[in-house]
C-alpha cells in the first residue's frame, strides 16, 4: 500500500511539473517594460520566452506581428519603423497569456555605460537640490541596469523598471546621461530614452564582448585567443566579456540610437593600448547590435592629481583618446576646463552632458553647423632653421581658436617644444591669423616636436570663440 501511494504521488508530481511546462506563461525580458521608450525610424525588436510552438502576437498602436516560439521557447517579432512619439500607448504581448506594457514612447534610445564618472547620479552633481526640484520632464526616461558578472553572455538580468523623469526619480538617474537627454530634448523635441549599464571603478575590458577583442589585432594575443579562459572559474569584475555577459547582453537586441562612454580612469598608465581597447569596445559593440555605424561617443578623462603615478600618464591616455575619433561615427568631449584636480569626479556633469549631445545633434540629427568640438590637432610643421613650430587644427571652424575671454591678453599655457634631443621644454605660444599656433623656447633652437596640456593637473587656456577647449595632444609618435 505504501509503495502504492508513493508511486501514485510521484506520478501526480511528474504530472504536475509537465503540466506546468506545457503552461508556461508568455515572458519578456526585463529591459521591455512598462514606460519604456523605443527607438524610432527603425525596426523595433520585441522578443521574450513561451512553449515551443506557441503563436506570440504583439500590437502596438496600428501595427500588429505574430511570430511563434522556437524549439528552444525563444521567439522575436520586429514592430515597424515608426516616427517619434511623445503620447504614451499600450503594448500589448498576447499568447497563451496577455502582458500589457502601458505608457510607451518612441523616440531617441542611448546606452549609457563606463565607470564611476558616468554611474555618477544628479543627486551628488553641481546644483543638486535645485536640478533635482527643476526635473520635470517626463519625455525623458532612465532604466538602471544592476552590478551583476556573468561567464557567459545572459539573455536577461532583473532591472528595477523604466522611470518617468520627476523629481521624485531624476534625482538617481546617471548626470551625464540625463544632462546629455535634457540638451538633445530640448533641442529635437521627442522623447528619450537612457539605458544607464556603468559601474564605478571598472575597467573597460569587461564591457567589452568576444567579438570586440576578435576585431583587434593587437589584442589577439593578450585578448581574443583566451577567451575560453575568461569563459572559466569564477565571474571576476576585472575580467575581460564578464561585465557585457551580465549588463550588456541581455538588453540585445533593444533598439538603440548610438553609446555614450566615459571610463578610462581604472586603465591609467596604458598610454595607446587603451586606443586599442576602445577600438575593440566600439567594434564589439557595433557586432553585437548589428550597426557597423552605432554612434559612440565619449569623454575624455578630466585633469587630475594622480598622486601614485607619473604625471604623464593620464596625457597618455588623452592621447590615446583623441587617436580614437580616427573610428568613423565617433567624437570626444574634452573636459580639461571643467575639472576639479583633487577630486576625480568633478560635479559639473551639466557641461559633460551638453557637450556629448552637441556631437550628437552635430553627426546624428542634421544639425550640421553648429559647433560641437573645441580644437583638435591635426599637424606640426616644422620648418629647417626655424626656431618655432606652427600648429594646425582641426574643428578650429574657420577663425574661432581664441582665448576664452575672447580678447583677453595673456599668453597661451601649457605648450611645450622639443628639439632633436627629445628633450621638453615650456614653450611661449600664441595664435597666428586666428586658425593655428606658433610655439618656440628659447632652449630649443630648432623646435622638431610640441606638445599641449601634457601634464596630469593641467588646465590649458586654447579655446574656439564657441567657449570649447582644445585636446591635450603630442605631435611625437
Not at 553648429?370 to 618655432?388: C, I, N, Q, R, T
Not at 610655439?439 to 606638445?451: G, T
Request: net charge positive; aromatic share 10%; hydrophobic share 40%.
Amino acid at each position: 500500500m505504501k509503495k502504492s501511494s508513493s508511486f501514485i504521488l510521484r506520478a501526480g508530481l511528474a504530472f504536475f511539473a509537465v503540466a506546468s511546462v506545457a503552461s508556461a506563461a508568455v515572458k519578456l525580458p526585463s529591459i521591455l517594460g512598462s514606460h519604456m521608450v523605443l527607438q524610432q525610424g527603425e525596426p523595433v525588436p520585441v522578443w521574450g520566452w513561451a512553449d515551443p510552438g506557441e503563436e506570440v502576437t504583439v500590437t502596438f498602436h496600428d501595427a500588429k506581428v505574430s511570430a511563434k516560439a522556437g524549439k528552444d521557447g525563444k521567439w522575436q517579432v520586429k514592430l515597424p519603423a515608426s516616427k517619434a512619439n511623445a503620447k504614451g500607448a499600450n503594448l500589448v504581448v498576447k499568447g497563451s497569456n496577455e502582458i500589457k506594457l502601458e505608457d510607451v514612447l518612441v523616440g531617441e534610445v542611448w546606452l549609457c555605460s563606463g565607470q564611476s564618472n558616468m554611474e555618477w547620479t544628479v543627486s551628488r552633481s553641481a546644483n543638486a537640490k535645485e536640478e533635482v526640484a527643476n526635473g520635470k520632464h517626463p519625455l525623458i526616461r532612465h532604466v538602471k541596469v544592476p552590478r551583476k558578472l556573468s561567464l557567459t553572455p545572459q539573455d536577461d538580468v532583473q532591472t528595477g523598471g523604466w522611470q518617468v523623469c520627476s523629481p521624485s526619480t531624476v534625482a538617481n538617474f546617471t548626470a551625464v546621461g540625463y544632462y546629455f537627454a535634457r540638451h538633445l530634448h530640448q533641442e529635437i523635441k521627442v522623447p528619450i530614452g537612457l539605458i544607464g549599464s556603468n559601474w564605478g571603478g571598472t575597467r573597460i575590458e569587461p564591457w567589452t564582448p568576444a567579438e570586440g577583442f576578435k576585431a583587434v589585432p593587437a589584442l589577439k594575443a593578450s585578448h581574443a585567443d583566451k577567451l575560453d579562459q575568461f569563459a572559466q572559474g569564477k565571474p571576476g569584475r576585472g575580467t575581460p566579456t564578464h561585465m557585457h555577459n551580465a549588463m550588456i547582453s541581455p538588453l540585445l537586441p533593444y533598439a538603440i540610437k548610438g553609446a555614450i562612454w566615459y571610463q578610462g580612469e581604472s586603465n591609467n598608465g596604458e598610454g595607446m593600448l587603451y586606443h586599442e581597447k576602445m577600438k575593440a569596445l566600439i567594434a564589439g559593440w557595433r557586432s553585437v547590435w548589428a550597426k557597423p555605424d552605432l554612434p559612440f561617443y565619449f569623454v575624455q578623462l578630466a585633469p587630475f592629481n594622480y598622486r601614485n603615478k607619473d604625471p604623464k600618464a593620464l596625457p597618455g591616455i588623452w592621447q590615446a583618446q583623441l587617436e580614437t575619433l580616427k573610428v568613423p561615427h565617433s567624437g570626444m568631449a574634452v573636459t580639461t576646463d571643467i575639472t576639479t584636480v583633487n577630486n576625480i569626479h568633478p560635479p559639473n556633469k551639466q557641461d559633460v552632458g551638453k557637450r556629448l549631445a552637441l556631437w550628437a545633434l552635430a553627426k546624428n540629427y542634421g544639425y550640421d553647423k553648429l559647433v560641437y568640438s573645441g580644437p583638435l590637432f591635426e599637424k606640426a610643421v616644422h620648418s629647417e632653421g626655424k626656431d618655432s613650430i606652427a600648429v594646425y587644427f582641426k574643428e578650429t571652424h574657420g577663425r574661432d581658436i581664441g582665448l576664452i575671454p575672447p580678447g583677453e591678453k595673456e599668453n597661451l599655457t601649457h605648450f611645450e617644444v622639443a628639439g632633436k634631443d627629445g628633450k621638453w621644454h615650456p614653450a611661449e605660444a600664441f595664435i597666428v591669423y586666428g586658425h593655428h599656433v606658433v610655439a618656440r623656447s628659447k632652449e630649443v633652437k630648432e623646435p622638431v616636436h610640441v606638445r599641449f596640456g601634457w601634464d596630469h593637473k593641467a588646465k590649458p587656456n586654447l579655446f574656439n570663440r564657441a567657449g570649447l577647449p582644445a585636446s591635450p595632444f603630442t605631435s611625437q609618435k
